[in-house]
């Protein structure tokens, strides 16, 4: 049984998925599916996807609207494992961003999001730090921010779908 679905949602990024691609297959941890949630791009998404080859890849065509957020959502709906993952197709991880996530949800935690490195064209980059965990409570991100990126966020599937998912208001 696969242990992570991973969604990523996608328009028109055909240039960047292969790298977000290319970081989930060399996750240390392999029990993992991806969901690749295509807003009808008109770019060669489709190719960038069908040339990996990659079995545990699953695309499906879906009309967003403009909202990310029901891309997400429909992904989520696909889900089957007990643990999801949220990737932007033009976002990539490290290699054992799943394996160490992982670690923190079998020791009991129900979301895992970790800081991140934003890196521009010119190779400059900036470390983003999600937090503290204080500002992780339900009534804050509710109703104060949000502290929490999907590229960052591993949670246990039962709880998102208890959530009901995403919002999608525009």
């Not at 292969?18 to 690749?36: K, M, Y």
């Given at each position: 049984m696969t242990a992570v679905d991973i969604v990523i949602p996608t328009y028109n990024h055909a240039r960047f998925i292969?790298?977000?691609?290319?970081?989930?297959?060399?996750?240390?941890?392999?029990?993992?599916?991806?969901?690749?949630?295509?807003?009808?791009?008109?770019?060669?998404t489709h190719d960038v996807v069908a040339s990996f080859a990659e079995p545990r890849f699953t695309i499906v065509d879906f009309a967003n609207h403009g909202i990310?957020?029901?891309a997400r959502h429909h992904g989520?709906?696909?889900?089957?494992?007990p643990y999801v993952a949220f990737l932007d197709s033009d976002?990539?991880?490290?290699?054992?961003?799943?394996?160490?996530?992982?670690?923190?949800?079998?020791?009991g935690a129900d979301v895992v999001c970790h800081g991140e490195r934003w890196?521009?064209?010119?190779?400059?980059?900036?470390?983003?730090?999600?937090?503290?965990?204080?500002n992780a409570r339900y009534s804050r991100l509710r109703c104060r921010h949000n502290c929490v990126s999907t590229s960052a966020g591993v949670a246990r599937r039962?709880?998102?779908?208890?959530?009901?998912g995403f919002d999608e208001r525009p």
């Open positions: 292969g790298d977000a691609l290319r970081s989930v297959i060399a996750q240390s941890f392999g029990s993992w599916r991806a969901i690749i949630v295509n807003n009808f791009s008109t770019d060669d990310i957020a029901a989520l709906s696909l889900a089957t494992a976002d990539s991880w490290y290699p054992r961003k799943l394996e160490r996530c992982l670690a923190s949800l079998d020791d890196t521009s064209a010119d190779g400059t980059y900036r470390d983003v730090v999600y937090g503290p965990e204080r039962a709880l998102l779908a208890e959530l009901r």
